[in-house]
């Protein structure tokens, strides 16, 4: 069974701009959550969707944003980048919440530049 | 506030035995997860806590101790690919999900 995909897997963009990424999660998993990963600090928890509800959110400003779609696949948005957004990006699904145990993908590596 | 503990680093023998521990300060929460992940890989899921005492998977047992803040991952007969960082996470009730820092475990031949 396909894991949980993650698209674009590598992007570089300038201060200023925008970026959505996306995440495929695995079939039949309706909770989707959203990671930011970066050496100093780790892993550190942006969202959860849960059949197309946030069920949280964590400490990031506005400009970090994000939804859920009919078919349990989301999309995370970051807004008026700045260098401190450089990171992986990762993405879980999994059955039922982040009780549990939760398929990461791969992440998509985001330089600002 | 809430936060997880992990040593930063951890070396050790090939075929050895290692204990990365977790102290965390949150209360109320659902269970102790562990993860880990190689370099440019994603992390994957180990083993879940939900109630106090040993989990034992394989090479990998966890243990959660409620009462005293602490669980920690047994990795034992070390081999070279168990090089990796491993994180422990608690989702505190009604918070949101917490990861530690992680743990790099380097493993010497």
């Known amino acids: 069974k396909a894991g949980v995909t993650q698209t674009p897997r590598y992007l570089i963009k300038t201060r200023g701009q925008q970026v959505t990424l996306s995440c495929s999660p695995i079939s039949g998993h309706r909770s989707v959550s959203w990671y930011q990963q970066t050496p100093g600090q780790g892993l550190q928890f942006l969202f959860e969707?849960?059949?197309?509800?946030?069920?949280n959110k964590g400490n990031f400003p506005g400009r970090f944003s994000g939804r859920q779609f009919s078919n349990s696949r989301s999309e995370m948005n970051v807004s008026t980048l700045e260098l401190g957004d450089s990171a992986l990006y990762l993405c879980?699904?999994?059955?039922?919440?982040?009780?549990?145990?939760?398929?990461f993908g791969e992440g998509s590596r985001l330089t600002v530049l | 506030g809430q936060s997880l503990e992990q040593p930063s680093e951890v070396t050790a023998v090939e075929g050895a035995i290692v204990q990365i521990n977790c102290t965390y300060q949150?209360?109320?929460?659902?269970?102790l997860s562990w993860y880990q992940q190689h370099d440019g890989g994603a992390p994957t899921f180990l083993s879940y806590?939900?109630?106090?005492g040993l989990e034992e998977t394989g090479r990998f047992s966890s243990f959660l101790s409620r009462s005293d803040s602490y669980g920690y991952l047994l990795l034992q007969e070390l081999q070279m690919k168990d090089s990796a960082s491993y994180f422990c996470a608690v989702r505190p009730r009604d918070d949101k999900i917490i990861f530690g820092k992680g743990t790099r475990l380097h493993i010497l031949p």
């Open positions: 969707y849960f059949s197309e509800t946030q069920r």
């Open positions: 806590n939900g109630l106090d």
């Open positions: 949150t209360s109320g929460f659902y269970g």
């Open positions: 879980a699904s999994s059955k039922m919440g982040i009780t549990g145990e939760l398929f």
